[in-house]
């Protein structure tokens, strides 16, 4: 059964930073691309990052470059985003997302999510 | 960026009738569309991808259809358990965009 569990969430003020970690299980984690999507309180899905299964490829989206890196460690089947400089906008939900195959980017495992919160 | 656009914001539905999503793209996405259904405290679940292909274990009530800019998730015979927020989501482009969502409510 594949089970990705986030972490790393919490209350963080502005300015500061995290590192959000998801440790998959049930499934050949290398062979498949991983990512993270957000959800703003009551918004609905917005794209963050996607790495590829060897790590050698990377993509995130405009409002986090520069500020948000995307990571995995294929002995230890876990996924990571580090993300700094976090302001009031990246208050969110973040889920770890399993790609259906090695090279396409739509999820068909989820986790639960993170929660973080940024605020003062 | 492509911008996915979904109609209706709320979609009021009885118990067994059926229900019809839309999605629109700002530019064509070939067939690289999937759909999602969220229920409250959950993550996604992926119902369709390449528009028309129900993913593993999702029931045959679930139908997408379309290609280019314009698609269509039905459900037919409304159950319970359908009652939700369902994404649209287009996969050709960088970056992947979600639409903002449909909820699917009891009428």
């Known amino acids: 059964e594949v089970q990705l569990l986030e972490s790393g969430g919490g209350l963080i003020q502005p300015g500061e930073s995290l590192r959000l970690s998801c440790a998959a299980s049930?499934?050949?984690?290398?062979?498949?691309?991983m990512s993270w999507v957000r959800q703003a309180p009551g918004k609905g899905l917005e794209w963050v990052s996607s790495?590829?299964?060897?790590?050698?490829?990377?993509y995130h989206i405009d409002s986090v470059k520069g500020r948000f890196s995307i990571s995995r460690d294929n002995s230890k089947n876990t996924l990571y985003l580090q993300v700094n400089s976090l302001t009031a906008e990246d208050t969110a939900v973040y889920y770890c997302?399993?790609?259906?195959?090695?090279?396409?980017?739509?999820?068909?495992?989820w986790g639960q999510g993170t929660l973080v919160t940024v605020s003062s | 960026e492509i911008v996915m656009t979904q109609s209706p914001a709320t979609l009021s539905v009885s118990p067994g009738e059926r229900a019809t999503l839309s999605c629109r793209a700002s530019?064509?996405?070939?067939?690289?569309l999937a759909w999602y259904q969220q229920k409250p405290g959950q993550g996604p679940r992926l119902l369709i991808y390449?528009?028309?292909t129900r993913a593993t274990g999702i029931p045959a009530r679930f139908s997408g259809s379309g290609s280019g800019t314009e698609f269509t998730l039905t459900i037919g015979s409304l159950q319970s358990e359908d009652f939700a927020v369902y994404y649209c989501?287009?996969?050709?482009?960088?970056?992947?965009?979600f639409g903002q969502g449909t909820k699917v409510e009891i009428k």
């Open positions: 997302a399993k790609s259906y195959t090695q090279a396409t980017y739509y999820f068909d495992y």
């Open positions: 049930g499934f050949t984690f290398s062979s498949y691309a």
């Open positions: 790495i590829t299964g060897s790590g050698d490829g990377t």
């Open positions: 530019q064509s996405v070939s067939s690289e």
């Open positions: 390449r528009a028309s």
């Open positions: 989501q287009q996969y050709n482009n960088w970056p992947r965009t």
